[in-house]
């Protein structure tokens, strides 16, 4: 391969490493055209899938800033799947097919600058879609506001209720208290008059 193809095929990989959001490392020893061509076709959308040497890699992972996490992963022969959209999905599509193709291997990846162990790389497939993780904060924002607001409107009728109840508890304490005092100012106006 003439230097300046290693250079361009440098320049893309470490154009990949810096605009995916993640990077997950495989082994693919073993694998026909035909398992790669679905493996592309399960990461659709999702991830590219590039098969590359590791020398080649290496500089290009230094070269984006991520040498230090994906050196130690860039043995055997590696393939590399860039992830441009749903870093979960991607991790799901390649867990699934290596569940059904035992000979792709994952190594781990980069996540955002940090290394990710093959074991990260299978809780990141756990997750949910970004799209139902999204949804399920903005139900969760909305109910807490729906909360607050009840909260907020419960307050004015409980302290209505609290005011009428003392009313009514002075009007039935205030009768009787006041029947007593009336009915001697009479009965001392009529021994007066007698």
């Known amino acids: 391969m003439a230097n300046a193809q290693k250079t361009a095929l440098i320049e893309d ?4 490493f810096r605009d995916s959001s993640g990077a997950v ?28 040497k590791n020398t080649l890699a290496k500089v290009a992972a230094t070269e984006a800033g991520v040498g230090d996490q994906v050196a130690s992963l860039l ?20 867990l699934d097919f290596a569940k059904a ?8 990846g980069v996540l955002d600058g940090k290394a990710l162990t093959a074991a990260e790389v299978g809780k990141l497939a756990d997750l949910e879609p970004r799209e139902v993780l999204l949804a399920k904060l903005a139900g969760a924002l909305k109910a807490t506001q729906a909360r ?19 009313r ?12 007593p005092a009336d009915s001697a100012a009479p009965a001392a106006d009529a021994a007066d008059e007698a």
Do not use: C, H, W
């Open 13 to 16: 990989l470490a154009g990949k």
């Open 25 to 52: 490392l495989t082994e693919y020893r073993g694998l026909t055209v035909a398992q790669m061509s679905e493996l592309r076709g399960a990461l659709a959308g999702n991830a590219t899938f590039t098969v590359t």
């Open 75 to 94: 043995s055997g022969p590696s393939a590399i799947a860039f992830v441009d959209g749903d870093v979960a999905q991607a991790a799901k599509g390649l």
């Open 101 to 108: 193709n035992p000979l792709l291997i994952i190594k781990g």
């Open 148 to 166: 607050a607001a009840g909260t907020f409107n419960a307050l004015p009728t409980q302290m209505a209720l609290l005011a009428d109840a003392l």
């Open 168 to 179: 009514a508890k002075l009007e039935a304490s205030a009768p009787a208290d006041s029947a």
